[in-house]
């Protein structure tokens, strides 16, 4: 996945975004003074289980104040804005989509969180940053489109210092492995690279890393998205702010689900130490 030919980049940049998020805050009567995390919870959570899921993966990840943790993929900044707000973590994101970083940044900036949070521009197999600087590599629903997963763990393992904490919340391939398109991470299966939670856990120990806690989350997800059904025209959501169609999408997510298409996954890891 070469960040130059944009692939991906391509796949979930949305031009204007931010000029789009400006004047969706602003018609739902949102003063640009007095934002807080909440109000952007309706379109910047992009991934399954919305801000309850990242809650319980940093809990699990025990994170903690002055903790410094790199969110890679870190999308609209909604994780990495619930670890410094609701955590005290120092976070660094990073993504492949020049858009999103600089909404991420944005969002950010306008709850007061821009001192403890801020975004970079790269590619996750290649990361602009030296080993050992981060205490805690945060991911959720990131590897869908990464083709070269042991790449991605030896690049998370490097800037990860020593006993240092992976926290993982992702989507895997199911039993049943003909997957309904178009899904939010893929036009088609040629952009789509998912493996069973087996073989994901064998590519974590490959790469030094030993298991805290791994977890099949599936259920507790299929629930949530009963409860949490899109809906198009209901206020501020991803379906209005990016050009993909995320209503036909995340309905095929779903799908998916039922059908055993996919699984979505929760894992803790620890990198091994040096000695």
Same mark, same amino acid.
């Given at each position: 996945?070469?960040?130059?030919?944009?692939?991906?980049?391509?796949?979930?940049?949305?031009?204007? #975004?931010?000029?789009? %998020?400006? =004047?969706?805050?602003?018609?739902?009567? @949102?003063? #640009?003074?007095?934002?807080?995390?909440?109000?952007?919870?309706?379109?910047?959570?992009?991934? #399954?289980?919305?801000?309850?899921?990242? $809650?319980?993966? =940093?809990?699990? =990840?025990?994170?903690?104040?002055?903790?410094?943790?790199?969110?890679?993929?870190?999308?609209?900044?909604?994780?990495?804005?619930?670890?410094?707000?609701?955590?005290?973590?120092?976070?660094?994101?990073?993504? %492949?989509?020049?858009?999103?970083?600089?909404?991420?940044?944005?969002?950010?900036? $306008?709850?007061?969180?821009?001192?403890?949070?801020?975004?970079?521009?790269?590619? =996750?197999?290649?990361?602009p940053f030296d080993d050992a600087s981060f205490d805690l590599v945060w991911s959720q629903h990131t590897s869908m489109n990464i083709e070269e997963k042991s790449v991605l763990l030896a690049e998370i393992a490097r800037v990860?210092? /020593?006993?240092?904490? #992976?926290?993982?919340?992702?989507?895997?391939?199911?039993?049943?492995?003909? %997957?309904?398109? /178009?899904?939010?991470?893929?036009?088609?299966?040629?952009?789509?690279?998912?493996?069973? /939670?087996?073989?994901?856990?064998?590519?974590?120990?490959?790469?030094?890393?030993?298991?805290?806690?791994?977890?099949?989350?599936?259920?507790?997800?299929?629930?949530?998205?009963?409860?949490?059904? /899109?809906?198009?025209?209901?206020?501020?959501?991803?379906s209005t702010l990016l050009s993909l169609d995320f209503l036909e999408r995340v309905s095929n997510v779903q799908r998916n689900l039922e059908e055993g298409c996919i699984e979505v996954t929760q894992g803790i890891l620890r @990198? @091994?130490?040096?000695?």
């Amino acid at each position: 996945m070469d960040i130059e030919k944009g692939d991906v980049a391509s796949h979930y940049g949305s031009p204007e #975004l931010v000029e789009r %998020i400006l =004047a969706s805050l602003s018609e739902a009567g @949102k003063s #640009l003074d007095s934002l807080t995390v909440n109000d952007f919870a309706s379109f910047d959570n992009l991934h #399954l289980g919305g801000v309850e899921e990242t $809650l319980s993966l =940093a809990r699990l =990840a025990a994170a903690q104040h002055g903790m410094s943790v790199l969110d890679v993929g870190s999308g609209l900044g909604a994780s990495a804005r619930t670890l410094a707000s609701n955590f005290g973590c120092h976070v660094v994101g990073l993504d %492949i989509t020049p858009e999103f970083c600089e909404a991420a940044e944005l969002l950010s900036g $306008l709850v007061g969180l821009g001192d403890m949070v801020s975004f970079r521009h790269g590619n =996750a197999l290649d990361m602009p940053f030296d080993d050992a600087s981060f205490d805690l590599v945060w991911s959720q629903h990131t590897s869908m489109n990464i083709e070269e997963k042991s790449v991605l763990l030896a690049e998370i393992a490097r800037v990860l210092r /020593p006993e240092g904490i #992976l926290a993982v919340h992702d989507i895997t391939a199911g039993p049943q492995l003909d %997957i309904h398109y /178009p899904v939010p991470w893929a036009d088609n299966k040629a952009m789509s690279f998912l493996v069973s /939670p087996g073989r994901y856990l064998d590519l974590f120990h490959t790469a030094g890393f030993e298991t805290v806690e791994w977890t099949d989350v599936t259920y507790r997800t299929m629930a949530w998205m009963r409860q949490n059904p /899109p809906r198009r025209g209901d206020g501020i959501n991803a379906s209005t702010l990016l050009s993909l169609d995320f209503l036909e999408r995340v309905s095929n997510v779903q799908r998916n689900l039922e059908e055993g298409c996919i699984e979505v996954t929760q894992g803790i890891l620890r @990198k @091994k130490s040096d000695e």
